[in-house]
């Protein structure tokens, strides 16, 4: 259901694959209490892709790259328009209230990346943990339907 009367904000979430690309890195979210994969709000200075790369880093000391979608379109633009990299998706998200936040609603970027580097350091003041998945395990840990469903695809099961 939309609200458009709510606060909405820009989000961008990471699907980052180890090396052999059989595991998915998640968080555990300190305020959700679940597993996520990695992101965050973007910066008032920064794109979407900045703010994943970013956001991987600070949670879980992961240096990672986007991989672009198949069949990108590339544009040779320069000046005051320039391409960005392209998400596999983007996602409309209701987010509840807590504490004293209220419910708002997020644009959420998702990109599909590989790491760079697979030792894991997460950072306390940001998140529980921070591990990496295969599906087998994030099919059976405490996460979203719709983190679920992405990660089938991108492991390449149905």
Known sequence: MYMSKQESHYTATGYVKN???????????????????????VDADELPHQTVVREIFEE???HAEIIDPIGKLTLDLNGPEIQIPTPFA???????????????LHYDFLYHM????????????????????????ILNCKTTEGAKAICKLL???K
């Open 155 to 157: 492991l390449g099961k």
């Open 60 to 62: 879980t000391g992961i």
């Open 114 to 137: 590989l790491a760079l580097n697979e030792n894991l350091a997460h950072a306390e003041h940001e998140v529980d943990a921070a591990n990496w998945f295969t599906l087998d395990d």
């Open 19 to 41: 090396g052999t690309g059989d595991k998915i890195l998640f968080i555990f979210h300190k305020k959700l209490q679940f597993w996520l994969p990695p992101g965050g709000h």
């Open 90 to 104: 983007v996602l409309h998200e209701q987010i509840p209230a807590y504490k004293d936040k209220q419910a708002h």
